[in-house]
Structure formats: C-alpha cells, structure tokens
C-alpha cells in the first residue's frame, strides 16, 4: 500500500476523533446540582449508595454512545474489572471511554508503524501493542499511586493517633488527615470524609476507600476501625501498634530494594539489548533486518523473531520473580 495513503488514512481517523471528542464536549454539560454532587461522587460506578451520588456519576461526561455502551456492558465482569482498575488508578473515565481510548491507541500506533517502517508488515503488530498501551499506563499509575499511598500511611495513623489523643473523634481525626497530609493520601481521606457527609456509614465509606486502594496495610487499619466501633476499645493504642508495624515493614522493604536493585536493572538491561540492537540495524542497515520478512526467508525468519521474543519476555519475567520478596 503507498504511504500516502496511509497517512491519508491516518489523518482522516484523527479528524473524526477530533470531531468525535468535540461533539462530547459540547453534549457533556451538567447541571449545576449534578455539578456538586459529581465532586462528592468517585468515578467508574464505584459508590452504589444513595441515588443522587448515582445519578450524579451517570450524568458525568454523558454522550448518547457511551450511555448505550456503558448500558450494554453494565453488570459484566468486563467493565466492573475496568471501573475498580481506573479507580484505583485515580483515572476519570468510564469504561465505555476507555475501550475507545484502547481503540484509538490501537490505531493509531498501527498507522504509525506501518508508515515510519514503510511496510504494511508492521501494522498488525502495531495493532496489537497498541492495545495493551493504554492498560500498561493505568497499570504504572495504579502501582505508583499505591507505592505513594503505602509510604504516606505511617505519617497518616500518627497525625490520627494524636487527633484522637488530643480528644478528636474518628470524622474529625479523618477531616485532619484530608487537610494537612499530601495527595493521594488527603485525596482519599477527603472521599471518605464527603460521602460519610452525603449520608453514607463509616464502614461503607471506609469499604469504598479499601477498593480504590488494594494495600495490604490499609485493610489493616481498616479492619481495626471497624472492630473498634463494634466491640470498643482504645483506638489510639491500636491504631499505633499498627503504625510501628507498617513503619517497619516499611524499612525492610526499602532494604530489600536496595539489595535486589542490581537484580532489577540487569533484568532490564539484557532484556532491552537485543530490542536495541535491531531498532538500530533497522536504521542502519534496513535491507539486512527486511530479509525476516522477505517472501523466500520470512517462513523462517518470522518464527526466529517470535521465539527471540518469548524467550526475551520469559527471561524477564524470571529473573523479576526471583529478586520479587514479598514481606
């Protein structure tokens, strides 16, 4: 196929994304009530009590097509997976918007290969990496966010420790929390804070939380605030027991890192060689890279390329297992 065309392809397919896009910025508008209650409200569907927090999610970002798929997928397994993970990684679309996300990634690095190679070879690998680009991002931003959260907890079971020693109640220890500690820690504390306000319980809205963040740790806590308002007790003292805990636990791990960092990098390095190596032959000497793909060579060439890469990726994943400690 003539590159021309391609990139006619190509810029015909960002133009009706422009269009598309556009269109569900203009259709998108929310009243001024549904405006409020959406700030109170988490995104991907994932609070399920009062109706006006639902209300509110359903009209966030409401076009014609993404109701119809959002309809069409709701209750499946599919889209619960991909609500929890943009929650957790604290990602503001809806599952409907992020299957087109994956679309239009898939696409558009397709086009890009096939032009930037000059060979229609390369667009169905590129369709097919370009659909697990966008869950490689939220897969980082849920992991970055959850390594962020993981270090904040200690300094967050301190400042409510001392808020319930100095008299604070356990609303009032959370409110604190939400105001002087840094994002994603106050993020969350704040969403728990406002839906307790909206009228939901503290052991909804702490359930909600512990679904935005998988940690470990926070289930902890979690179960210890929720045991103490049952049978009673003194929070602060278990509330700091937890925390010399999690501080520990902490230490260790950062020790750990440091011991495996050189296990980490060297998996990363000799993975990453022969990649490099053929992106620059590929510039450099093209014809020699082409004879995998050439018509007489490519039965033989392509099964070499398939295996080189499982054998890569297999390595990888290996040694990645063994410097992998879980405390």
Not at 218 to 240: C, F, K, P, S, Y
Request: net charge neutral.
């Amino acid at each position: 196929m003539d590159s021309n065309l391609i990139l006619y392809l190509g810029g015909g397919l960002g133009f009706i994304l422009l269009v598309v896009g556009v269109a569900s910025t203009v259709l998108s508008g929310r009243s001024v009530v549904e405006e409020r209650l959406g700030r109170y409200s988490e995104s991907g569907g994932m609070v399920r009590g009062a109706p006006a927090q639902q209300a509110a999610v359903k009209a966030k970002r409401s076009t014609p097509l993404a109701d119809w798929l959002n309809r069409m997928g709701e209750g499946t397994d599919l889209f619960e997976g991909i609500s929890k993970n943009l929650a957790r990684a604290d990602i503001k679309l809806r599952p409907a918007e992020y299957i087109a996300v994956m679309v239009g990634a898939s696409l558009a690095t397709g086009v890009i290969l096939a032009v930037l190679a000059r060979s229609m070879l390369f667009a169905l690998p590129g369709f097919i990496l370009g659909v697990f680009l966008p869950g490689i991002y939220v897969g980082q931003a849920k992991k970055s966010r959850l390594r962020k959260f993981d270090d904040q907890l200690g300094d967050m079971l301190n400042l409510t420790v001392n808020g319930l020693r100095a008299g604070y109640s356990t609303l009032q220890a959370m409110e604190a929390v939400s105001r002087e500690l840094p994002a994603p820690m106050c993020d969350e504390f704040r969403r728990v804070v406002q839906e307790m306000q909206l009228g939901l319980t503290m052991e909804d809205a702490l359930d909600h939380m512990l679904r935005r963040i998988n940690s470990d740790d926070l289930d902890l806590v979690v179960t210890a605030i929720n045991v103490q308002r049952e049978v009673g007790g003194n929070l602060a003292e278990i509330l700091d027991v937890i925390s010399y805990t999690i501080r520990e636990r902490v230490r260790i791990k950062g020790e750990i890192n440091s011991l495996t960092a050189q296990g980490r990098a060297t998996a990363w390095v000799i993975s990453g060689l022969p990649i490099a190596l053929m992106a620059i032959l590929f510039i450099v000497n093209r014809p020699y890279m082409m004879e995998f793909f050439n018509p007489d060579t490519r039965n033989c060439g392509i099964p070499l390329l398939s295996l080189g890469g499982l054998m890569i990726g297999s390595g990888f994943y290996i040694v990645q297992q063994m410097v992998k400690i879980d405390i």
